[in-house]
């Protein structure tokens, strides 16, 4: 026993010393990052960030993307009053709806849930519940406000020039020198499938199965189903026809890019080979070329196609073909290099020239890692293909940007990332369902 | 008997060739007529386009010739905004790891998780990587304004499910034994994934984690253009201002960096796994 208990002891230090040693390098790194990051957060200037951030703007976006408004507006040049959906032309209202009454000089505008607006000439009562009623007017071209007693709630906004009130996300009431403006939000993404003015506006399913075989044609030249699918795909709201065709534009940019890539990566992968091509300085050079059209990045290449092809997804696909020839090529070339000789003995022993060596001692050994790169590729450029599409080689990276910078409307915005989504998504599944049917025995994740 | 086998065998092999011969046709047809319709829906032809290819690179390397010694004074006016890339790459790339260890750990088959969270957790990944990095940004550009900050969050939320998914491989890859000896001893899950499973995949780790930071570079300089901030932004400002030798010095700032990025990543990788090893 006596013996047994200092080397035990003795083990535990030689244990603890080891665990000490192996402990210190991820310490090391870690207290590493940590520095880095610390360093990262003054460099971001993440303190100041987090000040300015408005987090109210992203839940705005949020609901804006769900909810539709109706503007009324009374404008004091004309003396008009109209009642439109997202205030645009196109979507105004013939007849008033049925929250409005009165006319231009002496209106009332009914909120719902006890919210009130009357307009009298260039005067407003605005009586929202809880708070009281607020009264303005325009008098020397200065907008008068009369408030109820008490503080100011930070909803309101009244000055001089103009007067704002939004008491609940759904209602808000804007008085301006030129007009009075009153907005009703709604849930639901209003005129997706037709526009506002279209006949076909606000019918249900089954009354649309019924327009489209009835014989009796709204347009005297067009079969009712056409003129049906033409209304939605030229909704000029919504712009169906616009959005998909963008998204096929992304898609073929993705799928000829790689196409492109991987024609090109394949013979010149021989070439820099070093089991395939004795020649070091060829290979050097070919391999340099692979570097280089990488190391240009897809971005650079982008740019440069843009100034010379113009919009379109010509400029994308070559973007990516350009890229991709020098990864894939890269990855082709390694691949060659991995491969088993005897299986091109075993060819060359029948007395195969050397192009049928190739193809049947060389290309089956490289063909799932071909396949499986070239699947992974289509996929990841989809990606790729939507953000170079935003720097204006077109597709619906062009679309997301365009409406996202005019912010007119969130739900548009809304319904383009949906979109772009459900696309990467697809083009993901439909690569892996591929690559799990053309590589028997392979990858079974 | 010999005869008719390779009759058969004949009549197979011609139908594959037929096969493969019109699946390839096939695949020629959807290129050529793929790059017609591009070539329609663009707004510059083909044709004329290749003619101006070089146009705008000869122009850019003009503009700064003619500024002689005084464009190589834009390098140190730019770096900043090339550290900042850099910074976001990294940034993302570090805590894009950090979940992804977590999210590895726990959809990996032999570390004794619970196995209903496993698929959960893959799925899970499998969004994160598919998500597109610039909806992100841009969604948070409008939140959080024009900052480096979007564009890491941006990335970084891609780069964990990407690396989670590559993680939770060289998980099931390892050697359980030590895990085994550790759980003798009494050891609790967190110190058996500390002294069991990091050190074996910490290699691994590492190259993974370089070959992402080198991608992520490249994420980061794109998003720039969207108003991230770094040397995207620089890029788009200069080149909507026509600035040639700005852009000329842009283009190859990037260029260096990622090349330079690209080179020693290779080099880190080899020696992190082993040259044997190296893929």
Same mark, same amino acid.
């Given at each position: 026993?006596?013996v047994?208990?200092?080397s035990?002891?003795m083990?535990?230090?030689?244990?603890?010393?080891?665990v000490?040693?192996?402990?210190?390098?991820?310490?090391?790194?870690?207290?590493?990052?940590?520095?880095?990051?610390?360093?990262?957060?003054?460099?971001?200037?993440?303190?100041?960030?987090?000040?300015?951030?408005?987090l109210?703007?992203?839940?705005?976006?949020?609901?804006d993307?769900?909810?539709y408004?109706?503007?009324?507006t009374?404008?004091?040049?004309?003396?008009?009053?109209?009642v439109?959906?997202?205030?645009?032309?196109?979507?105004?209202?013939?007849?008033?709806p049925?929250?409005?009454?009165?006319?231009?000089?002496?209106?009332?505008?009914d909120?719902?849930?006890?919210?009130?607006?009357?307009?009298?000439?260039q005067?407003?009562?605005?009586?929202v519940?809880? $708070?009281?009623?607020?009264?303005?007017k325009?008098v020397?071209?200065?907008?008068?406000?009369?408030l109820p007693?008490?503080?100011?709630?930070?909803?309101?906004?009244?000055?001089?020039v103009?007067?704002?009130?939004?008491?609940?996300?759904?209602?808000?009431?804007?008085?301006?020198?030129?007009?009075?403006?009153?907005?009703?939000f709604? $849930?639901?993404?209003?005129?997706?499938?037709?526009?506002?003015n279209?006949?076909l506006?606000g019918?249900?399913?089954?009354?649309?199965a019924?327009?489209?075989?009835?014989s009796?044609?709204?347009?005297?030249?067009?079969?009712?189903?056409?003129?049906i699918?033409?209304?939605?795909?030229?909704?000029?709201d919504?712009?169906?026809?616009?959005?998909?065709?963008?998204l096929?534009?992304t898609i073929?940019?993705?799928?000829?890019?790689?196409?492109?890539?991987?024609?090109?990566?394949l013979p010149?992968?021989f070439?820099?080979?070093?089991?395939?091509?004795?020649?070091?300085?060829?290979?050097?050079?070919?391999?340099?070329?692979?570097?280089?059209?990488?190391?240009?990045?897809?971005?650079?290449?982008?740019?440069?196609?843009?100034?010379?092809?113009?919009?379109?997804?010509?400029?994308?696909?070559?973007?990516?073909?350009?890229t991709?020839?020098?990864?894939?090529?890269?990855?082709?070339?390694?691949?060659?290099?991995n491969?088993?000789?005897?299986?091109?003995?075993?060819v060359?022993?029948?007395?195969?020239?050397?192009?049928?060596? $190739?193809?049947?001692?060389?290309?089956?050994?490289?063909?799932?890692?071909?396949?499986?790169?070239?699947?992974?590729?289509?996929?990841?450029?989809?990606?790729?293909?939507?953000v170079?599409?935003?720097?204006?080689?077109?597709?619906?990276?062009?679309?997301?940007?365009?409406?996202?910078?005019?912010?007119?409307?969130?739900?548009?915005?809304?319904?383009?990332?949906?979109?772009?989504?459900?696309?990467?998504?697809?083009?993901?599944?439909?690569?892996?369902?591929?690559?799990?049917?053309?590589?028997?025995?392979?990858?079974?994740? | 008997?010999?005869?008719?086998?390779?009759?058969q065998l004949?009549a197979?092999? &011609?139908?594959?060739?037929?096969? /493969?011969?019109l699946?390839?046709?096939?695949?020629?047809?959807?290129?050529?007529? =793929?790059y017609?319709?591009a070539?329609?829906?663009?707004s510059?032809?083909?044709l004329? #386009?290749?003619?101006?290819f070089?146009?705008?690179?000869?122009?850019?390397?003009?503009?700064?010739?003619?500024? !002689?010694?005084?464009?190589?004074?834009?390098?140190?006016r730019?770096?900043?905004a090339?550290?900042? /890339?850099?910074?976001?790459?990294?940034?993302?790339?570090?805590?894009?790891?950090l979940?992804a260890?977590?999210?590895?750990?726990?959809? &990996?088959r032999n570390?004794?998780?619970?196995?209903?969270?496993?698929?959960?957790?893959?799925r899970?990944?499998?969004?994160?990587?598919?998500?597109?990095?610039l909806?992100?940004?841009?969604?948070?550009?409008?939140?959080? !304004?024009?900052?480096?900050?979007?564009?890491?969050i941006?990335?970084?939320?891609?780069? &964990?499910?990407?690396? !989670?998914?590559?993680?939770?491989?060289?998980?099931?890859?390892?050697?359980?034994?030590?895990?085994? =000896?550790?759980?003798? /001893?009494?050891?609790?899950?967190?110190?058996?994934?500390?002294?069991?499973?990091?050190?074996?995949?910490?290699p691994?780790?590492?190259?993974?984690?370089?070959?992402?930071?080198e991608?992520?570079?490249?994420?980061?300089?794109?998003l720039?253009?969207?108003?991230? #901030?770094?040397?995207? /932004?620089?890029?788009?400002?200069?080149? #909507?201002?026509?600035?040639?030798?700005?852009?000329?010095?842009?283009?190859?700032?990037?260029?260096? &960096?990622?090349?330079?990025?690209?080179?020693?990543?290779?080099?880190?990788?080899?020696?992190?796994? =082993?040259?044997?090893?190296?893929?």
């Amino acid at each position: 026993m006596a013996v047994v208990e200092p080397s035990s002891a003795m083990l535990a230090e030689t244990v603890r010393v080891s665990v000490k040693k192996a402990s210190a390098v991820p310490m090391l790194l870690l207290t590493g990052v940590v520095l880095y990051l610390i360093y990262a957060w003054n460099a971001f200037d993440i303190t100041a960030l987090l000040e300015r951030a408005q987090l109210s703007k992203g839940a705005l976006l949020v609901s804006d993307s769900i909810a539709y408004k109706t503007h009324v507006t009374k404008s004091f040049r004309g003396n008009e009053l109209e009642v439109a959906i997202e205030g645009e032309r196109t979507a105004t209202y013939k007849q008033l709806p049925d929250w409005v009454e009165g006319t231009v000089d002496s209106f009332s505008v009914d909120l719902g849930e006890g919210y009130f607006v009357r307009v009298e000439g260039q005067g407003l009562e605005f009586e929202v519940p809880g $708070y009281g009623t607020i009264r303005s007017k325009l008098v020397d071209k200065k907008i008068v406000t009369e408030l109820p007693e008490g503080a100011v709630p930070t909803w309101l906004n009244a000055r001089d020039v103009k007067l704002d009130a939004r008491p609940t996300f759904s209602r808000r009431v804007q008085f301006t020198r030129a007009k009075i403006e009153i907005h009703k939000f709604d $849930y639901g993404w209003e005129n997706f499938w037709f526009p506002f003015n279209s006949v076909l506006h606000g019918k249900s399913f089954g009354e649309l199965a019924g327009i489209a075989a009835s014989s009796d044609r709204i347009e005297a030249d067009t079969p009712n189903w056409l003129f049906i699918l033409k209304s939605f795909w030229g909704n000029p709201d919504w712009q169906h026809g616009i959005v998909a065709v963008a998204l096929f534009e992304t898609i073929l940019m993705a799928v000829l890019g790689t196409v492109t890539a991987a024609a090109c990566a394949l013979p010149l992968a021989f070439v820099a080979a070093s089991n395939f091509n004795r020649n070091g300085a060829i290979r050097f050079v070919v391999r340099r070329i692979f570097d280089f059209v990488r190391g240009i990045d897809m971005l650079i290449w982008s740019l440069i196609f843009i100034r010379a092809f113009g919009l379109g997804p010509l400029t994308g696909s070559l973007a990516i073909a350009f890229t991709d020839t020098g990864s894939l090529g890269k990855l082709f070339s390694e691949a060659l290099e991995n491969i088993d000789r005897k299986q091109v003995e075993g060819v060359e022993s029948t007395g195969a020239n050397r192009w049928q060596r $190739y193809r049947f001692g060389v290309i089956p050994q490289i063909l799932p890692v071909f396949t499986s790169q070239f699947l992974y590729y289509v996929e990841s450029n989809t990606r790729s293909a939507t953000v170079i599409g935003a720097l204006g080689a077109g597709g619906i990276g062009l679309v997301l940007v365009e409406t996202m910078r005019t912010s007119r409307d969130w739900e548009n915005t809304f319904y383009i990332i949906g979109l772009i989504i459900v696309m990467v998504f697809l083009m993901d599944g439909a690569s892996s369902w591929l690559r799990r049917k053309l590589i028997a025995g392979g990858e079974t994740r | 008997m010999v005869d008719v086998m390779r009759n058969q065998l004949g009549a197979l092999e &011609s139908r594959r060739r037929l096969y /493969t011969g019109l699946s390839l046709a096939l695949l020629l047809a959807v290129v050529v007529s =793929g790059y017609h319709e591009a070539s329609q829906l663009n707004s510059g032809g083909f044709l004329q #386009g290749l003619l101006k290819f070089f146009d705008y690179p000869a122009q850019i390397v003009s503009q700064a010739w003619d500024d !002689g010694w005084e464009f190589w004074a834009l390098f140190p006016r730019f770096l900043p905004a090339l550290i900042e /890339t850099l910074n976001i790459a990294a940034v993302a790339t570090i805590i894009g790891a950090l979940f992804a260890t977590i999210l590895s750990l726990a959809s &990996s088959r032999n570390l004794e998780v619970p196995p209903v969270i496993i698929p959960a957790v893959r799925r899970v990944m499998d969004i994160m990587r598919a998500f597109p990095e610039l909806i992100i940004a841009l969604f948070l550009i409008f939140v959080l !304004g024009a900052s480096p900050v979007p564009a890491a969050i941006a990335v970084a939320f891609h780069t &964990s499910g990407a690396l !989670g998914k590559l993680f939770s491989e060289v998980n099931e890859n390892i050697d359980v034994k030590p895990l085994e =000896g550790l759980k003798a /001893t009494g050891s609790n899950w967190l110190q058996r994934v500390r002294f069991g499973v990091i050190p074996q995949v910490l290699p691994n780790y590492s190259s993974y984690f370089l070959l992402r930071f080198e991608i992520n570079v490249r994420a980061s300089a794109i998003l720039g253009f969207v108003g991230a #901030g770094g040397i995207g /932004t620089e890029l788009s400002r200069a080149i #909507g201002w026509g600035a040639g030798a700005e852009t000329a010095a842009l283009f190859l700032m990037l260029f260096l &960096s990622i090349v330079a990025i690209d080179q020693l990543s290779s080099y880190l990788r080899r020696h992190f796994v =082993g040259a044997e090893n190296f893929k």
